[in-house]
């Protein structure tokens, strides 16, 4: 049989250790074969959360740093002011992103750090066995929410990318997805995007993308991404959210 | 010899931390440490650093996490509420051995409490403060020329040891102005930097990272922290003896409830009491050493302090109980004067010498 | 030797001031100086207060208890602080905000209209000034040759109408003192 592709060089080889059907092991992918591409796997330092993501140090050939539980933001930027000739990403779950580290995501898109974040959004948090996140959608159960989402007294689910495309200093946001090959496709070039942004030091990038998790959504892999696209993709606003006129013409 | 100049305690740190070569400074405004930041934002970008307010503490504390990781000077500074913030990411530096330079100017507490100097956070600092078993390294200065000299310090210190450095002032030390020599930082040694991640360029990737989820991996990390520690024990406790060879008493103190124990020293020598004073400079490693010759020889000791006991634990186990240990304490910004002091002194140890 | 000196006023007559021209007249003869100010709260309204030491050997307690000498501008400074100041001390007030009611005969106290006094010269003000030089005779450690200098630095040699009238607000304190 022919090769269709071999193993992009931004992994290190150790074997993912997600849960069959989840789809992070795509994303981190992408992301390695775009540090590939743009030829800047030597100049990258990572950061990594605590979640499921919070494993992705171990998958790239890239340096990482591992910090605490919604920090990655901060911890990136502390990274990029020291060395602000190389390229920083964040890696974060949605919880991580947008619950415990809501004020780095406001303020990093605010400042206009010159970093790269991409949020997985699975819509609850996984590596904890499947609590309600900021994302987790009305009605949707988790066990931490039995009963499902209930509005008054949970609240409503945030869609972090459309906050962060309302502040001045974030110049890219899209939201995207991974459940069919044309999405992955585009979920790339939104990743590629993000990278080139930095490159160009236009100002802060962030791309969502929206993830599986069978494993605490109770679905098989299958299910999961007919659910992602009946349920999410519908609530999510999706696409190019914000590229300012200097990131079109890049 | 460099000409002196009168500075603020809070602006002292900050210059001496430019001399030092500190290179990235992330702070939050609070009161009373927040001239160190708007010192910094001042002068530090002239020195080619970079100062930046985050959004918080926990987001200032993470900065730093992240820019020791390249392996650059960097520092943060707060008051207490502010240092409880930080307490999760100090927590993470020790973990991550990452050499960060933190300061605190002690305020009152608990809660929001208010500006005035306490010594409140001894505890907090000196017994770990975030979670898990770690260990910062303390420097509690009490004049000018210390703030400057162990600010510089720190930085090699951190560096030398991969260990967050906690320098423990407080807003009186922090607000004083006293005269201070700007001395050029004596050369630092070479440290190691085969750690520091900067691009895996030419040489396989590094990962700084904190998690152990193997017990047994776990273990042997926790056990390599122990070895540090026991090294710190060992080589880096520090302290000023005042009068204490042939003391019959000693008061134990820092910062700046040691200058007024000074003071009473002198003034208890002048009526005939041999009193004596240990300071200790290093709060963590305490400087158990300090109280060897001491421990069998002297009749009493009184720790002052600016919180309701917490020093005085230490000073207890290093004297081994041998001798009653008593506390003499003012609170919530207020501090003792030296007649107050040397009263208790003498109503604890000398009975009946009131009345003379 | 050591002088231990409080300084005290409404925020904003320049009792900060003060003490800064103090500690740099210390910093001029090469003595052990210690300012304090007060802070935070206190410094918005209300009364402002700070503390300087000079010394010919090292200061150890900051912290005065008991002042050798002061200054008070207002009223509320004068009522706190004159039972601060040690017996046999000196204690300068500023009469065209204080009535002495309650004196102590156990503290020399100069009274002068300062404020008036700083009028004449053109702007209320430098009382504070004023009120330096009426402190300084009594001085041990500093004189008015090192209070001017101090003030060259503090002001700036360049502002000159500034320095002068600091000077010269100096100066007329220290002759109503003399001529008390
Ligand atoms: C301060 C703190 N609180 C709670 C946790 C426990 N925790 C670990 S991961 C996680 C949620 C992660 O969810 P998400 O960010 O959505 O990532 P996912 O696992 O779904 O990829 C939580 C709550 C922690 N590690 N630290
Ligand atoms: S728990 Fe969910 S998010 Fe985590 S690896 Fe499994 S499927 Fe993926």
Redesign the interface.
């Known amino acids: 049989m022919e090769k269709v592709f071999g193993r992009s060089k931004g992994l290190s080889g150790t074997p993912f250790s997600f849960c069959p059907g989840c789809t992070h092991g795509i994303i981190m992918r992408l992301i390695a074969e775009v540090l590939e591409e743009l030829d800047i796997i030597e100049e990258t330092i990572g950061v990594s959360p605590v979640g499921c993501s919070g494993f992705c140090q171990d998958f790239f050939t890239c340096d990482f740093v591992s910090g605490a539980h919604g920090r990655a933001q901060a911890i990136g930027n502390g990274i990029k002011r020291a060395l602000p000739d190389k390229i920083v990403f964040t890696y974060q779950g949605d919880g991580d992103i947008a619950g415990i580290g809501t004020q780095h995501a406001i303020h990093t898109a605010a400042r206009g750090e010159k970093i790269t974040s991409i949020m997985v959004n699975n819509a609850l948090y996984g590596m904890t066995g499947g609590q309600m996140a900021p994302t987790t959608l009305k009605g949707m159960k988790t066990t931490t929410t039995p009963y499902g989402r209930e509005v008054e007294v949970y609240g409503y689910p945030i869609d972090l990318p459309k906050i962060i495309a309302a502040l001045d200093g974030a110049v890219y946001v899209a939201s995207v997805s991974v459940d069919t090959p044309k999405n992955v496709l585009q979920t790339k070039k939104a990743i590629k995007k993000a990278f080139r942004v930095q490159q160009a030091g236009l100002g802060f990038a962030l791309v969502s993308v929206l993830s599986t998790c069978p494993t605490n959504w109770g679905l098989s892999p299958q299910e999961s991404l007919k659910w992602l696209r009946e349920n999410m993709m519908p609530f999510y606003a999706m696409g190019e959210l914000k590229a300012t006129e200097e990131v079109k013409n890049l | 010899m460099v000409k ?3 500075m603020k305690g809070n602006e002292i740190i900050a210059q001496a931390a430019i001399e030092a070569g500190c ?2 400074f ?1 702070g939050y405004p609070i ?2 440490s927040t001239e160190i930041i708007e010192y910094l934002a001042k002068h530090l970008p002239k020195a080619g650093g ?1 100062v ?1 307010q ?3 503490e ?3 504390i ?9 392996g ?1 000077r ?1 520092m943060t500074a707060s008051s207490s509420p502010g240092i409880s913030l930080k307490q ?2 100090l927590s ?1 530096c020790a973990a ?1 051995e990452l050499p960060v330079v933190v300061v605190n100017v002690n305020r009152t507490g608990p809660g929001l409490g ?3 100097p306490m010594q409140s956070d001894y505890f907090q600092s000196t017994k770990g403060g975030g979670h898990g078993d770690y260990r910062l390294l303390v420097l509690a200065p009490s004049k000018a020329q210390e703030l400057y000299d162990l600010t510089m310090e720190a930085f090699d210190l951190a560096d030398k040891y991969r260990n967050p450095v906690l320098l423990l002032t407080d ?2 030390l922090g ?5 201070v020599e700007l001395k050029p930082k004596p050369a630092s040694p070479e440290f190691d930097r085969s750690w520091i ?6 040489r396989k ?7 152990a989820l193997s017990n047994e991996v776990g273990e042997a990390i926790n056990l390599h922290w122990e070895a540090k520690y026991k090294e710190l024990k060992e080589k880096e406790q520090r302290w000023e003896e005042f009068y204490a060879g042939d003391a019959d008493y000693l008061i134990v103190s820092y910062g ?1 409830t040691a ?2 124990a ?3 020293v ?1 003034n208890a020598r002048r009526k005939g009491i041999k009193l004596g004073l240990i300071r200790p400079i290093t709060l963590w490693p305490f400087p158990e050493k300090a109280f060897l010759p001491y421990k069998e020889k002297i009749k009493g000791a009184v720790t002052v302090e600016l919180n309701t006991g917490q020093m005085i634990e230490d000073v207890k186990l290093a004297l081994e109980c041998k001798v009653p240990v008593h506390l003499y304490r003012r609170l919530g910004g207020m ?1 003792p ?3 107050e002091i040397l009263a208790f002194v003498e109503k604890t140890f000398c009975p009946g010498l009131e009345e003379v | 030797m050591m002088d231990k000196i409080i300084l005290a006023g409404f925020g904003g007559q320049g009792v900060m001031f003060i003490g800064k021209v103090l500690a740099v007249a210390g910093m001029v003869a090469d003595l052990e100086v210690c300012w304090i100010p007060s802070y935070g709260p206190e410094m918005r309204g209300g009364t402002a207060n700070c503390s300087v030491i000079l010394s010919d050997r090292e200061i150890y307690s900051p912290v005065i208890d008991k002042a050798d000498y002061g200054i008070v501008l207002n009223q509320p400074s004068y009522d706190k602080f004159l039972p601060r100041i040690k017996s046999g001390g000196t204690l300068v007030v500023n009469t065209s905000l204080v009535n002495l009611d309650t004196v102590r005969d156990d503290v020399n106290i100069i009274g002068l209209r300062a404020t008036d006094l700083a009028y004449e010269l053109g702007n209320a003000n430098v009382a504070n000034m004023v009120c330096l030089g009426a402190l300084l005779p009594y001085l041990q450690l500093t004189d008015y040759a090192k209070v001017e200098k101090a003030l060259e630095q503090v002001v700036g040699s360049n502002k000159k109408e500034l320095l002068e009238l600091n000077i010269a607000a100096v100066k007329k304190g220290m002759k109503r003192a003399v001529d008390n």
Not at chain 2, 62 to 70: D, E, H, I, L, V
Not at chain 2, 175 to 179: D, F, G, N, R
């Open positions: 002196k100049v009168l290179k990235l992330f009161t009373p970079t930046l985050a959004e918080d926990i987001g200032a993470s900065m730093c996490y992240g820019a020791a990781a390249t650059a960097v999760e990411g993470y991550a208010g500006l005035g807003g009186f607000q004083m102005m006293e005269p991640v900067n691009g895996a360029k030419g990737k590094r990962i700084i990272a904190s998690y700046t200058r007024i000074k003071s009473v002198l501090l004067t030296e007649d």
